[in-house]
């Protein structure tokens, strides 16, 4: 065997190998980063893996679905041998949290108690819109920004740092630290979105009536900058809550408030 049909065979040989190990690492990435996706089915005991799926609708995108790969069915932990916040002590750890933010035009707008956190809704005093959305632990009694779309959607206030973001002129931290950005989604911070709220509303049911059966989305969705949070009713109470991205129509579910307990909202 000469020389050059030598190398040639090396090469060729190389080559073979550098694509199993490209698939067979693509397969695992598959198999274990993203997860079940839309093949979870219905699933009443909540436990809803990651994953996420596109399905191609009226705006060319369609309602898709979105988890984190770490929650698995438990969430971020699980809070249940700590006794729940009151709505005043989620109010009170949310309003202490603005104050450290230094930023005028905020203000708690709606307080949701679960047995694993409270969640807090932040509005615009001058626009009415939804700004960033909060979660206090019961345990330390701290708020701190809820994680999810509030940080890779939110295209005016996203991100994990909301004393940098605000520290900024311009308050923007564009789609998030944790989300990459969506062509599809104009530069500027407006509050106005291709999905409209009923067309959210419908993204909803749709991943609802797939997923948890008998669930029945809210008619009131929260309208942020770059997405929808609203919550999900079973059997004539609060079951869950769910977000809706305002440009693609992708659902993502909140696994990590638990069992819901009160909720208030705060004028």
């Keep these: 065997m000469n020389n050059a049909l030598r190398t040639t065979l090396i090469v060729l040989a190389v080559l ?14 598959n198999a274990f980063s993203f997860g079940a996706g839309w093949m979870m089915g219905n699933n009443d005991n909540y436990e809803y893996g990651p994953g996420m799926m596109n399905r191609r609708g009226d705006n060319g995108y369609g309602p898709g679905m979105m988890g984190f790969g770490m929650m698995g069915g438990g969430g971020y932990g699980s809070n249940t041998n700590v006794a729940p916040l009151s709505v005043d002590q989620a109010r009170t750890a949310a309003e202490s949290y603005l104050k450290t ?6 203000q708690v707008s709606e307080v949701m108690v679960f047995d694993n ?5 932040v509005k615009e005093t001058g626009t ?11 345990a330390s009694q701290n708020a701190y920004p809820e994680f999810g779309p509030n940080m890779m959607w939110n295209r005016k206030y996203g991100g994990l740092n909301h004393s ?14 944790m989300g990459s950005r969506d062509t599809n989604v104009p530069t500027d911070v407006s ?20 997923n948890i059966n008998g669930a029945i989305a ?24 769910l977000s809706v991205n305002g440009y693609n129509g992708q659902v993502f579910l909140h696994t990590w408030h638990g069992n819901f307990i009160e909720e208030a909202e705060i004028q």
Excluded: C, H
Excluded at 101 to 106: I, K, N, S, V, Y
Excluded at 128 to 138: Q, S, T
Excluded at 228 to 233: G, I, R
């Design 16 to 29: 073979v190998l550098a694509g199993f190990i490209f698939t067979a690492g693509f397969m695992y990435a």
């Design 101 to 106: 933010l230094g930023a005028d035009g905020l």
């Design 117 to 121: 956190n409270a969640y807090v809704v």
């Design 128 to 138: 009415g819109n939804g700004a960033f959305e909060l979660l206090v632990d019961p």
């Design 164 to 177: 940098q973001m605000m520290g900024g002129r311009n308050g923007r931290m564009g789609n998030g630290m």
């Design 191 to 210: 509050a106005k979105m291709s999905v409209t709220p009923e067309k959210a509303i419908e993204y909803a049911q749709e991943y609802l009536d797939a």
């Design 218 to 241: 809210a008619t009131d969705p929260i309208q942020f900058y770059g997405y929808y949070t609203l919550d999900f009713e079973k059997d004539g109470k609060v079951a869950g809550m």
